[in-house]
């Protein structure tokens, strides 16, 4: 980080001797030099060049209004202003919190002059560093030797062999280098939060506004157990989303608690809508636990937040009105909401502390803001017994954490900071709302059909926006909630023509899974895919190319949809897995195909029923996986399932949510959920290719779709 922009617009700078001398100076300490040609070209090149390290100004020629300006962009940016020796600043400046410093045109001052600003840039550098990092980044330059682990001895061992120097070259030296020892003591231990390591996470705490916060190198899926040995000892019940990540499943079947299922609303396109305010309430958690064997009142919940869909809810209202005094809210996908004013009410680090409750809240930094993959956060507010949190916190972690993925995530929380970080989501929701607004216009101008956005008819300001009673029309939820759920403008789904939010399907159709596949095969990667709607995530990570690539792509789709191409030429790799069925095969003819099986099926009534009811549950998730280490499973085939006990969690992938649990058993009340996978089942084995994955069902290599279910059968 060394470029430094010289403001010369009116050659103030030019004809003074002092300055060229600095100018001198700064090149040769390796600054790199650059001259806008104006204010607005300066504040463009410090907006999109986060490597500018200061800004060299005349003061009369630019500057107050210039510094307010820089000010908005990035208050910790160093301004080096020049004054005649008779004016004199503007005190108006003081109200502001910015790094201005003063100098004079004088000969002869340059060496000095250039070593200040090589001093302050270096303190702008130091300050911005969060601790971990900073303490990494320095251990790392000091280039100790040690005789501790890792083996790779900052790299050394790799290069010892050919395909070790293979793998140092491709990783660089700093990743070998930042690798290193529980055994350093400058940098703290992450187990025993000591050190640069505790600092860490007291920074990121003040960052996200939690009274506490931990650093976990193995994802949310470990945040998720910490958090629930903790809030949930053995023989207790917990509420629990049903639409929960796998983690939390396999939580249920580490430690023998009694789950009592919240069931989320979902519309006919198959995205989940949340939890009904009713189903929150009181009554209906009484109602759950005197029909549950071995329930008691629920001590901890578990609720999903955002759902996959990006649907956000009033947290405000579940953290005050649910009577239950230990909440998590399962925020992988969110990790942002503190950063924007349009999320305030959305997001559980803005819930004030409540007397008697705990709030949690885990985050994926990983999966939106910049950070390596694992990297997460758990975030606490109220009173907990800090250490038998931290004994289920180290049951769960390695004594031998990765210190790069520590450091991203702190690096994820020091991005979110002052005004870059505002900046930095303010962006990624404007660019969503800019792709959401040319697909619309798009579809206005558009011969004939066009994709559509799922959200509502006016999008004016950037919001979250309410899923309304009464809106069915674009939401497709009957009997929403008021002031319950929310659509976060950056998660963006995208409407394929067949099927309306209400549910009515169309005679023509394009299933979804057609356009991720044509989109995939231009190197666009969509997260997720349902029968008639495609996800896309705008993290801040994602810029104006990538958008407008996705737009032209979708434009690419129709026109070779309308034009009837080929699918051995618009999908090889689709062609290539079964060239007898797609030989002679149109886009168009493939769609429709695809279309009527699912009209056929009545896949929307279907995928609804499945859903309404669960199975039945013969016991928890833990006696479920005892029994099964204790005497086996057997596997049958999916259509065998009513009547035998479940082994694994079955879960097609979308919705993502768990359709059986372990423990649970299809009956005739059940059967829906049995329909329902059979006929992804038919739809994958029609269409090669298209087949729904279907997560604890496995499939043999004659076609067959099997299951896990326990050996011992249900007593009668
Ligand atoms: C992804 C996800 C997790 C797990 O997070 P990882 O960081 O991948 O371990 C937990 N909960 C939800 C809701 C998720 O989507």
């Known amino acids: 980080m060394n470029t430094l922009a010289i403001m010369d617009t009116q050659d103030v700078f030019h004809q003074n001797q002092p300055i060229r001398e600095l100018k001198n100076r700064l090149s040769e300490q390796g600054f790199q030099i650059v001259c806008p040609q104006d204010a607005r070209d300066l504040l463009q090149l410090i907006d999109h060049d986060p490597r500018v390290c200061g800004v060299i100004v005349d003061w009369e020629a630019h500057g107050e209004a210039l510094c307010i300006k820089i000010n908005e962009i990035n208050e910790k940016l160093p301004v080096y202003a020049f004054l005649n020796g008779h004016a004199t600043p503007d005190l108006n400046l003081s109200q502001l919190p910015m790094a201005v410093w003063f100098f004079e045109y004088a000969p002869g001052t340059a060496a000095d002059i250039a070593q200040r600003i090589q001093q302050y840039t270096r303190e702008y550098i130091d300050d911005m560093l969060p601790p971990l990092t900073r303490a ?44 290193i020892s529980v055994s350093v003591t400058e940098l703290g231990s992450l187990l025993d939060h000591s050190g640069p390591h505790r600092d860490a996470e007291q920074y990121i705490a003040r960052t996200f506004g939690a009274e506490q916060s931990y650093i976990v190198t193995n994802g949310t899926s470990t945040s998720n157990k910490i958090v629930g040995m903790y809030a949930a000892p053995a023989g207790s019940t917990v509420l629990i989303d049903r639409n929960c990540h796998k983690s939390l499943t396999h939580l249920l079947m580490m430690t023998d608690i009694v789950p009592l299922w919240l069931k989320p609303t979902r519309n006919p396109l198959g995205m989940l809508g949340g939890i009904s305010r009713a189903s929150l309430s009181e009554e209906r958690i009484a109602q759950q636990v005197a029909q549950t064997p071995r329930a008691s009142w629920p001590v901890h919940a578990v609720i999903t937040h955002s759902t996959y869909d990006g649907l956000l809810y009033n947290v405000q209202h579940i953290a005050r009105d649910l009577p239950v005094s230990s909440i998590h809210f399962d925020a992988a996908w969110v990790p942002y909401t503190y950063f924007h004013p349009i999320y305030a009410q959305l997001s559980a680090m803005r819930i004030e502390r409540i007397p008697g409750k705990v709030i949690y809240e885990t985050q994926s930094t990983h999966k939106l803001l910049a950070a390596f993959s694992q990297a997460s956060m758990i975030h606490i507010k109220g009173d907990y017994d800090r250490q038998a949190f931290n004994d289920t916190y180290k049951m769960h972690a390695s004594t031998s954490p990765n210190y790069a993925i520590v450091a991203s995530t ?208 013969v016991m928890t998730p833990y006696q479920a996986f005892q029994q099964q280490l204790t005497d086996g499973v057997d596997t049958v085939a999916i259509g065998d399932l009513p009547g035998r ?39 994958g084995e029609r269409y090669p290719g298209f087949a729904t994955d279907i997560h604890g069902v496995q499939r043999t290599d004659d076609g067959q779709y099997r299951v896990r279910v326990l050996r011992q059968r249900p007593r009668e």
């Open 410 to 617: 702190e690096t994820a929380a020091a991005m979110l900071r002052g005004n870059p970080g505002k900046r930095l989501i303010a962006r990624a929701i404007e660019r969503a709302m800019q792709f959401r607004r040319e697909i619309k216009r798009l579809r206005e101008e558009s011969d004939g059909w066009f994709f559509d956005i799922w959200q509502p008819e006016e999008i004016a300001e950037p919001r979250c926006w309410p899923l309304l009673p009464g809106e069915e029309g674009w939401h497709g939820f009957r009997e929403a909630d008021a002031d319950h759920l929310f659509l976060d403008p950056v998660k963006v789904t995208l409407l394929t023509p067949g099927m309306r939010a209400t549910g009515e399907m169309s005679d023509e159709g394009i299933p979804a899974a057609l356009v991720a596949k044509f989109l995939d095969a231009r190197g666009i990667v969509v997260e997720k895919t349902g029968p008639y709607h495609l996800l896309f995530l705008f993290s801040i990570g994602i810029d104006n190319t990538k958008a407008m690539g996705l737009v032209r792509a979708l434009c690419d789709f129709k026109r070779a949809y309308d034009n009837q191409q080929m699918v051995k030429s618009t999908l090889p790799t689709l062609y290539a897995q079964s060239p007898d069925d797609y030989q002679q095969m149109t886009l168009p003819a493939l769609a429709q195909g695809i279309h009527r099986l699912i009209q056929q099926h009545e896949l929307p009534r279907l995928m609804q029923q499945a859903f309404d009811v669960l199975p039945t549950a």
């Open 136 to 179: 990494l980044f320095t251990y790392v330059r000091e280039g100790k030797y040690t005789f501790c682990t890792p083996g790779h001895m900052a790299g050394t061992a790799f290069q010892k062999s050919p395909v070790g120097s293979l793998f140092y070259d491709f990783f660089g030296a700093n990743t070998m280098k930042a690798d």
């Open 645 to 683: 006990v479940a082994a694994a969690m079955l879960l097609p992938l979308p919705p993502g949510v768990p359709l059986v649990m372990p423990g649970e058993m299809i009956t005739e009340a059940s059967r829906p959920v049995l329909d329902f996978l059979l006929m992804l089942c038919r739809i």
